[in-house]
């Protein structure tokens, strides 16, 4: 249970202060638009704590007996993803039942849905690479907690996640546009909100379907190259 505790406490006190006091958004209650914001928050949060999971595995947990059983090594690598997908899958449940419940004004159908669960699981996908990356490569708890913040949550303040991306300074725009994040956002606001001010903020284009597929694109490459360096080093620190 404690998982969800974050989700509803996102929901049910944070969505609602910051919608009495936030910009207004062209298109969109702001209420809404904020609570999908804020799975921008939830996500990378729940993947980078799972990293920790690997860290106590390595010192005290069963990495040992796993490196021993006649398996591949990417093996654990993908068992750990898919264990990071399920507790994030349930917490975005919880986090969108919550801001119903609350009052958000969400236009879900089927195909975005479809939108929606692409943008969150793939971020959730390179999150957990990151995660399990520099758990790999970071000597001690301490230090991998003191890299949370600037990984998981300074990105959140620029990805649009609290206001449209072209409200920054210009430098910091172009910046927004390469992260990951953005285009994820930019992606579950599409698909439940139908709202595709944020894909066109970064792409410019007028194609609704064809700029979500491109960010799809751009959070899948993240995601895939995440994974890959998260394999690359649990096979180097398991040689160590």
Known sequence: MVPLLGPVMFALVIAPALAKIGPKVPG?????FVAIGIAGLLIPL??????????????SGARRDLLAAPIARPLVVVANVAVALLVTALQIVVLIVAVVLRGAQLHA????????????????VAMYGAAEALANRIPSLEEYTGAIPPVAIVPFFFAGSLFPIGALPGFLTAFARCLPLTHAVA??????????????????????????????????AAGTLLTYLAVRSFTAASRA
């Open 28 to 32: 969109v209650d702001y209420m809404s």
């Open 46 to 59: 729940s993947c980078m704590f799972a990293g920790i999971g690997v860290m106590v595995d390595r010192e």
């Open 109 to 124: 159908s089927a195909n975005g849905i479809l939108w929606f669960a692409a943008g969150a699981m793939l971020l959730a």
């Open 187 to 220: 992606l579950m606001r599409y698909g439940l909100l139908r709202n595709a001010s944020g894909l066109h903020d970064i792409w410019g284009m007028t194609n609704a379907s064809a700029m979500a597929a491109l960010s799809v694109a751009v959070v899948a």
